[in-house]
């Protein structure tokens, strides 16, 4: 199982980016996945998780309406879309999926993806 993130970098607040995570080695499609981040001394959060067929989402409070998350089933890629960036969301971004393997769920993670919030 392999997840890559990519995307991240240093924007001033009000701006966007656009994170993106590669897959393998599952069936991607037959997944839900999420993002997580975790900010300087905080524990990790998640921030968004979308079904194996893409049909639902759901977000952070502090996200919803300013993040976007989607996914093609194709390509095997994830993506994030943040829009109006705070300060506050600065931290470093992780994509995630739990598959099952020898009897026991295992949460998987990619190396992440830093992402800087600054004026």
């Known amino acids: 199982v392999q997840l890559v993130e990519s995307g991240g970098g240093l924007v001033e607040p009000g701006e966007s980016l656009r994170l993106s995570c590669e897959t393998s080695?599952?069936?991607?499609?037959?997944?839900?996945m999420s993002w997580f981040r975790q900010a300087p001394g905080k524990e990790r959060e998640r921030v968004a998780e979308?079904?194996?067929?893409?049909?639902?989402?759901n977000y952070l409070d502090s996200v919803k309406g300013r993040f976007t998350i989607s996914r093609d089933n194709v390509k095997g890629t994830l993506w994030l879309q943040m829009n109006n960036l705070k300060p506050e969301d600065t931290a470093v971004y992780y994509c995630?999926?739990?598959?099952?393997?020898?009897?026991?769920?295992?949460?998987?993670w990619g190396q992440g993806t830093r992402v800087n919030v600054s004026s």
């Open positions: 995630s999926v739990v598959l099952e393997g020898d009897g026991r769920f295992n949460r998987y």
């Open positions: 080695g599952f069936f991607f499609a037959n997944y839900g």
């Open positions: 979308i079904t194996g067929g893409g049909r639902n989402t």
